[in-house]
């Protein structure tokens, strides 16, 4: 029941009538379960965390840059504001290049 009613996001009266136990009772079985993963959590439950990733290569493919600070969430733009790279390329100093993004 729990699991299903975790799984659906669904209210406990509708996930109760499902399995034929009241709302009170699925409320009980909520919270016991709830607890029982809790306490097993740190041994049993993990989340991937992902990265973002940026190599900056010059004309001949060799990697001048990489960066791996950021999380997923963070936009490509903002990766690329952070990088030496970039505020080198914004300076005064004249520069050859095309910025290619895949």
Do not use: K, W
Not at 74 to 93: A, F, T, V, W
């Amino acid at each position: 029941m729990a699991l299903g009613f975790y799984a659906t996001g669904s209210l406990q009266r509708p996930g109760g009538d499902l399995y034929g136990v009241s709302q009170p009772s699925m409320s009980r079985v909520l919270h016991q379960v709830t607890e029982a993963l809790v306490r097993r959590a740190g041994n049993h439950i993990s989340f991937l965390r992902t990265q973002q990733r940026q190599l900056q290569c010059d004309a001949t493919c060799s990697i001048i840059n990489v960066c791996t600070n950021f999380t997923g969430s963070c936009h490509d733009s903002y990766i690329l504001s952070q990088s030496s790279n970039y505020r080198l390329s914004e300076g005064d100093r004249p520069h050859d290049g095309v910025l290619l993004d895949r």
